[in-house]
């Protein structure tokens, strides 16, 4: 082997490498979105949250695997294996680190039908979502059909520069938090969490779980991001620093605006970090920051409006955190991208607000009709028995600390 | 320094990441056992799961680093420190990697005794395994020996092809659950586990921590498999995704065919990542899908058979899951492994069933004579006494939640 | 691009993946800062604790990014981006890294003052030590002042070789360590601690907390003193199993001196880990083993005497964890660093000495001046009501399960 072939291994070495640890930290948020939501429903509810974030995590990548990412990007895996092992298994690598994008779909409405929704109607929400929804917006920002995102597609000719989403905040959490909202309309308020008319927040069953929830997506998310270079040889030190100030731009805001609320800084963290991937790599640090304190504030005062004044029952605040914050992210994109603002440019105001536009209506959309034809066809709420009773008894014939049934 | 010695550096600096990386994976792997059985066994029995599993890794170390991996590889770290540098510290890289592996032999045998087993003796048991036993049938697989493993060993002779292990699936898991076995047995159940001949299960701690056990399981696993590659330049994605689809299919297949079960779909996902260890480097990624299936569904009936027809208490259900599934991905990579099946070819079956029969004979001799030696010396089992009362406070002095001693 | 550009190019891209991976390491550590003290204080201060530690993080890095690490390494990120991506972000990785050292410091303290300390001083304090105290030491050691720790720097001159601190036994956690001291003595202990000259012991929380902080602090460890070697063509696997070794010569030697009890083995795990830090690059690993067994026994007789003796009310124990093992580490690295005793040598006794007198110096003034002076402002303890009810209600009006209310 020459010094060329050398080279070439070695890049390609690396490239696979960096693209599998970006997976797998991604693969860890899961575990985060799970305590997430078992410290933020009812004790009751604990168990059910484990098991439906593992179950959605298994069937996303079945169907991700088969279906999504061929659909997405026109690569299959059902070839011979010599085909798959001839670039190091850096495809197959591509398609593990994008299955942990797609997956966070059934994850994050997962959060905002809890404690009400059937544990097999959301399963099957989920493979639809990810086998083809997702995969299908993915296409037009990401992938072969380039429409929105490509540069050389409709968007670019038409607005001078594409859809700009470095790492998902349209893609991934705002198609999720826009997903969720007619699932959660659809399935209406938990009982008794609203009494005629009034808001009657119900108790969460634990602050630590909230924040090992929070602590396992915010370390995660650093693969989110700065595995989004696709490649080692484009990783980025900017990317990461500009996802760590807008992670403590957003802590920050809700933890002033929330009056040392606990839920709200970890959640507002979170925030920052859903706003930042769409610019985290043309964002001055400085700007990153703004956009994570902005995202703070979007989401504190959202949640409370979105709970208390319409009176939604989003459990976790999956609409304001993922939809909203996510939309603001891509917002974002075309206002701090630009040079007079200190960005690396190349993007456009009319393009990110096209794109997330259009995100914003495939997933309205396509939510609604999901999850009215499941209700229609199945239903997709649990009987007042089984909300009553929780869904850990109900479905998994389990509670979280069995011990205490003696 | 030239082109050709600066790319040699690159080269070894990475090679000597990636295995620290995978260490540090197959690291926190540990602190996933600890939780796992920490959620699968009583309250009072806590606080002895996360100090048995830090005490069985730090002995392990010391005497892995003193005789084990000497012993296995012919290497000593007993040398001039100039020596050690020399290599960018390869070898210690090499060593801590394989350590993590050997730990793994304690921490197995250390779920299926739980709740009865004395403190003291089990960390000698564990310290015998890690230095004598574990590293005379690695030394036959994978280091000097090489009569079962090695390309130009006895096997490799007879069979036309060596055993094939590539990350462990009989080397670590089928070793540790028969090395688990005969300690079982020799314990006998639980007290209250079996009443007059009836099954009276005990209930677990806490779902939570299960779970969180077997997420840092499944996360820590992607390095186990992974950096099981040696070095960087042979990393491949499709031992990734491999061992992802094998994870998923176990967990699906549990999950169906325990009807929502959370422990076993949990416990389904870490059968799937233990059959697919041995294969995952030749797999069609299709097969490894189908081996986590049947790994599943191993796990889930042969632990039902094992706990309720045999009556062999086993709390972590260690003996089907590490013991019987991976005796299964040791043959699975004799079946799948062939090319007529998808695989990549240079397997023999024959060479399988002899790698796994191997194992299963030293693990169960080997185990047999520890602990029937240990229980002559000292006794292997609690005072009926410090079982009721629990080992934490027994043998610890302190409660899982002191607080609520007030 | 020619092959030499191409080698450099990977180079670059390798040596900001490596630190971006050290970087997150730590930053996951500071979950664990927050486990650890959640698992340590009494169930009415866990949200304290986990929202304590996220503040601190937050504020730490906007403190540290516009004036900590300009102050100590003469770089400022308020340029154009064109500049800061010149380097592929490498100077931003580098802030990133070096910024999960800083924010140690009010983590360190958090754990000393935790269940009385007012949380909005605690901020403040540490928003001075973050941006200023931490960052003059660390100038003076690793930074552009270099007089202590510089290869030409006034100790040099003095005494032949400058003060070797790798990875921060002295920099970061003798610092944090001896700027707990005097706030914990102001302070003064918690109500009921210490009644008419009796030592009362304050029940723990969670066991499990603390075990789940100690793991996630033992495994973002590696990346704490393996990226300490700052870009990747430097990475030792001697670090690494110096580290490793030093952590469990720690945790067993506080195992056997406290006979079997679980807070110390899991404490005597991190004292050796802090031990090493200082001289991981240079100690043989035998010697490894040897310092952290000797902070292993520091640690559990130090806190002994420091709580039962001097009565002085430091919670998790962080002055003779940091301060004294992180003491300790720095004079060892003059001990063991030398060749006669295995050591890499290019130490000096008198330098270490010299060194960590300085840290202790510039830590007990600093912490007494803020201390006082944030007292005499504004109190930095909580009223006796607060104190009582407990900082979750008293000031995130939250508990940690706040179902238990009902």
């Known amino acids: 082997m020459n010094l060329s072939q050398g080279l070439a291994q ?21 575990a985060g979105f799970a305590f997430l939501e ?8 604990v168990v059910n949250a484990f098991t ?21 990007y026109g690569i299959t895996f059902l070839t011979p294996i010599s085909q798959l092992l001839g670039d190091q298994g850096f495809n197959l690598a591509h398609f593990f680190f994008l299955l942990t994008f797609a997956a966070c779909i059934p994850a994050i409405i997962s959060g905002g039908i809890a404690e009400r929704a059937q544990f097999g109607t959301q399963i099957i929400a989920g493979a639809i979502f990810v086998g083809l ?11 072969r059909f380039g429409i929105i995102g490509g540069v050389s597609g409709w968007l670019a000719n038409f607005a001078g520069v594409p859809f700009h989403d470095f790492a998902g905040s349209v893609v991934v959490h705002a198609m ?53 270079a696709g490649v080692m040889t484009r990783v980025s030190g900017l990317v990461a620093v500009n996802s760590l100030l807008a992670m403590v731009g957003g ?31 043309i964002f001055h640090p400085v700007a990153a920051l703004i956009v994570g304190i902005i995202a703070g504030i979007i989401f504190t005062k959202c949640f409370v409006i979105e709970t208390e004044v319409f009176k939604i029952d989003d459990v976790l605040g999956v609409w304001p955190l993922h939809g909203i914050a996510g939309a603001w992210g891509g917002i974002a994109a075309g206002i ?66 069995p011990e205490e049934l003696l």
């Open 10 to 30: 070695l890049v390609q070495s690396g490239n696979v490498f960096f693209l599998i640890w970006g997976a797998v930290m991604v693969f860890s948020m899961h």
């Open 133 to 143: 929804i997702y995969p299908l917006y993915e296409a037009l920002v990401w992938g």
């Open 176 to 228: 999720g938090g826009w997903l969720a909202l007619p699932a959660i309309l659809i399935l209406g308020p938990r009982l008794g969490r609203y009494l005629k008319g009034k808001s009657m927040p119900l108790p969460l069953h634990s602050i630590p779980y909230l924040s090992l929830g929070t602590w396992l997506l915010m370390i995660g998310w650093f693969g989110f991001n700065v595995a989004s």
């Open 336 to 401: 701090f991208g630009y040079e007079f603002l200190g960005g690396a440019g190349g993007v456009s105001i009319v393009s990110q607000l096209i794109g997330v536009g259009a995100c914003l209506v495939i997933a309205l959309i396509a939510g609604t009709i999901v999850y009215k034809f499941l209700d229609a066809i199945s239903g997709i709420r649990l009987s007042k028995r089984d909300e009553m009773l929780g869904s850990d008894l109900a479905v998994h014939r389990v509670k979280a600390y």
């Open 38 to 45: 078992a410290g933020s429903v009812r004790k009751k509810n």
């Open 52 to 72: 439906k974030i593992l179950s959605d995590w298994s069937v996303s990548t079945v169907v991700y695997f088969f279906i999504g990412f061929p659909l997405a």
């Open 251 to 281: 802590a920050l805001a809700a933890l002033v605006f929330s009056k040392n609320d606990s839920v709200f800084i970890h959640n507002g963290a979170l925030a920052g970090l859903i706003a930042v991937c769409a610019g985290s790599d």
